[in-house]
């Protein structure tokens, strides 16, 4: 006994995958003996590889494909004993002239296959149940579009963040294809819209926001939010030419920070267009609902970071309302760092040190 447990317990974890592979073949063979009982295994069968696939970021439909052609080479080869059994003599004629039936079978397969190879990939006329719950919960379906094959891919990759700011994490199916393009005279970040309420599981407007004031765009410098002083500011101008590659619209315009005039939007043609200018995010929306600018140019005004100076700033901006967006704390989390704070030195105890 001794030597078979210490033996033993080296096929472990894998007696176990092989007992229930076993038991799973046993299944299966007393499973294909009945035509009901072939059709049963297949339609499970698709049913698990489907659901596995939609909730997961694995390809399984070549494995779909093949359950079906090792299902109905089953229920094929099935017809042929039970034709054996109760036509003894055709199954004779048969087997001396295979050709007059094994010829318009492949003839069958071949014609079917070359017609899928050949056929448009289109999109599907019914919803997946999948999708369809997905989306009447208001929540994005991560990998949309999957491919019959996996080397099919042109590199797109699966992402972790949605595209609902409001919850982070979900992931959906990042594009690689060009969305724009960009000519500039310094590289630079470019953004569109921004956040400030953040609600414990993503970011959402705030009550400012929300009602923040808006302003009609012309050729003239856009408006500056008049709650902050930027005399002594320095900026370096930044000229963005930007060229849309995609016909989709967005509810920005992007551009690098800080956005200060639009000089010419699609070429000087068709120049009005639904755009509102917000100050306070220094956000251009987009209000319309289609003709999105196909090209427009902008100038930036760059913040010049003086990093040495920030680091001597003793402002206080704890008690001004203007700073509030920007001091956020949830309350779950505002004990626990007041008490953190108290415990630092004075030297870090500066604007430009305590964040990090």
Not at 272 to 291: A, C, D, V, Y
């Amino acid at each position: 006994m001794t030597w078979v447990g210490r033996n033993g317990g080296q096929l472990e974890p894998y007696i176990w995958f092989s007992l229930s592979a076993w038991i799973v073949f046993l299944f299966t063979f007393w499973a294909v003996q009945t035509r009901l009982h072939v059709f049963v295994l297949i339609l499970v069968s698709i049913l698990f590889f489907s659901i596995r696939d939609s909730f997961s970021t694995i390809f399984l439909w070549p494995q779909v494909a093949m359950v079906l052609f090792c299902g109905f080479l089953l229920l094929m080869l099935l017809h042929f004993v039970q034709l054996k059994m109760r036509a003894p003599v055709i199954w004779e004629t048969i087997t001396d002239y295979p050709s007059a039936i094994g010829v318009p079978i492949i003839l069958i397969i071949a014609v079917t296959t070359l017609v899928g190879l050949l056929a448009p990939t289109v999109n599907p006329i019914l919803t997946d149940p999948y999708t369809a719950w997905k989306v009447s919960r208001g929540e994005s379906v991560p990998l949309l579009g999957k491919g019959v094959s996996i080397t099919a891919s042109t590199g797109d990759a699966s992402s972790g963040y949605s595209r609902d700011d409001s919850k982070l994490g979900g992931g959906f199916r990042y594009d690689y294809t060009p969305v724009m393009t960009v000519e500039t005279t310094k590289r630079t970040y470019f953004r569109g819209e921004t956040r400030s309420l953040y609600n414990g599981k993503g970011w959402e407007y705030g009550p400012n926001e929300k009602k923040m004031p808006l302003t009609r765009v012309n050729n003239n410098p856009l408006q500056l939010d008049a709650r902050f002083n930027r005399s002594l500011l320095k900026t370096k101008e930044v000229k963005q030419s930007i060229v849309m590659n995609r016909e989709e619209v967005f509810p920005v315009l992007f551009g690098g920070f800080a956005i200060e005039q639009i000089v010419q939007l699609n070429q000087g043609e068709n120049a009005f267009q639904p755009i509102l200018w917000s100050p306070r995010q220094t956000e251009l929306l987009f209000t319309g609902k289609n003709n999105y600018p196909k090209d427009y140019t902008i100038i930036s005004q760059e913040p010049v970071i003086d990093e040495p100076a920030l680091r001597e700033v003793k402002a206080d901006y704890m008690d001004k309302l203007e700073w509030s967006e920007y001091l956020q704390v949830r309350q779950i989390f505002r004990s626990g760092l007041n008490s953190w704070l108290s415990k630092l030195p004075k030297q870090v105890r500066m604007p430009m040190i305590k964040p990090n």
